[in-house]
Nanobody, 126 residues
Framework: QVQLVESGGGSVHTGGSLRLACTVS????????MGWFRQAPGKEREGVAA???????NYVDSVLGRFTISLDNAKMTLYLQMNNLKPEDTAMYYC????????????????????WGQGTRVTVSS
């Protein structure tokens, strides 16, 4: 049974930093993609950053230069380093994964992913 567990969320002020982590257990696929998504109250879930097994990444424009996604394959742990946080980054953050190869343009689409964590909350106050 595949399980994803996020950690690292919290409350910070504008300009602060947080590092999210997502640990995957029960995973048997050797080829996969992983991503971070977020959902603010009253809004749709959006892709924030994604990475494939080759290290290819994709970011939503609003986080470029501020967020960095990375993957430790040996530990099956996905990270999201978030710097210079803004109030508009406030949301529940979810990690997700799916087996196989996917076109770069699909990496930030929620429908691409089969497995999801429960989320970790990030609150940024001004």
């Amino acid at each position: 049974q595949v399980q994803l567990v996020e950690s690292g969320g919290g409350s910070v002020h504008t300009g602060g930093s947080l590092r999210l982590a997502c640990t995957v257990s029960g995973w048997t696929y050797s080829n996969y993609i992983m991503g971070w998504f977020r959902q603010a109250p009253g809004k749709e879930r959006e892709g924030v950053a994604a990475i494939d097994i080759a290290g290819k990444t994709n970011y939503v424009d609003s986080v470029l230069g501020r967020f960095t996604i990375s993957l430790d394959n040996a530990k099956m742990t996905l990270y999201l380093q978030m710097n210079n946080l803004k109030p508009e980054d406030t949301a529940m953050y979810y990690c997700a994964t799916s087996p196989g190869n996917w076109p770069w343009g699909r990496l930030l689409q929620p429908g691409t992913y089969d497995y999801w964590g429960q989320g970790t909350r990030v609150t940024v106050s001004s």
